[in-house]
């Protein structure tokens, strides 16, 4: 029992690590595709989360046998629920990358960004592409070491998400209402991207230690709409 | 064994009913904090926030309880991981309504909407506080019928949401680059909570069919960029 268990529990978490490889690949497209309004990149990106998905689904599915078959108890009970949490975490992040996407699609031939927002996003999504290396790796070796460094660097991708209010707010801004949608989505997008990061990590901490370092993991802290 | 699953897998479906009437009881709150300007509704959703949390927190453990104590299997195993799935979905949708309030509070005493998007954003609202009343109908009485309602519907709170683009773009719109802010944010909430409804709907669904009717059930399918 114990053997299979391990067999069919090293299938699910090899689809989790391919998961989470997709979701970073489909963070730097949708990254590639709204910095330098790359088409291919943003078509890949939307074509590509059919993929995502479908991971979810059978993740999901795999777990559920899992669970009916094997019993899981204590650690690999952890491991088992907190896989279909990542999964469905994983899923929105896909999402949330389609989104961005498709902005830079719908914009094409131009940036669907104006050039006063550009060093703001550059730096957002440098965060985020950083961030997808650690999720791949924290994964990978069940580091909550990176879990931990995750969850604290977060602050520094909500005040680029506050600057992006305070930009289309001030003289500085030039843009048009269709820009001014898409700064603020984008940006959003982007910060909820950095959110369900947080979430990983903290699913990642709670299978380690059976402790859930904010019990309310999907709860996003930040005033969305801000008081400049 | 069976009794005692009974048993506790009563307290834990009763546990998720209060979470669905609390949700309820955010959105409708948050409506009319939104739409009259009422600061104590506002605050009163924002508190209340913690107690949804609270309530998904101890669901999670309770499931968890229950996997590794009565190894469930066929429909209590899908209802045990539907209820995991369902309350991380009204946690979230706790979250959405809570940023409305947000809005709501920061705004006080004006409005955060301008007065020529108040029209469509009343109409949101109605639907969704329309489509928190089923939730908590379909979810005491595992209605597969409201269910599949609840999913088919959706389309009209995204026309709906489109329209506020179409408001904004359009040159019958005189709202400042904050109220702009906050026609976009507060559709994107309403019109996710719309989305997590869906979710719920499908996951209503699978227990009772274990058939899950997107088998991706997190996605939203709107372009929420829009091209006008």
Redesign the interface.
Known sequence: MRVIFNEEMKAVADDLDRMAQDVRKAINGAGDALMNADIDKAQAVIDGDIEI??L??SI?DQ??RL??KQ?P??TD??VV?ST??LA?TF??MG?LAR?IA??AR?AYPQN?LPEESREIFTQMVAFLCNTADRIVDMLADRDTKIAENIILDDDKLDQLHHQT?EL??SDQ?NGT??Q???V???G?FLERLGDHAVSAARRVVYIVSGF?PS??P???ED??????
Do not use: M, Y
């Open positions: 998905d479908a979810e689904s999901l777990c559920v669970l009916a019993n108890v204590a009970l952890r629920v279909l949490r469905s899923e929105r999402d989104h498709e902005a719908r669907a209010f289309v707010l801004w209402k269709q001014l949608i898409d603020i989505l984008i959003r859930d019990k309310d999907g709860r996003d005033t969305p709409v801000v008081d400049l």
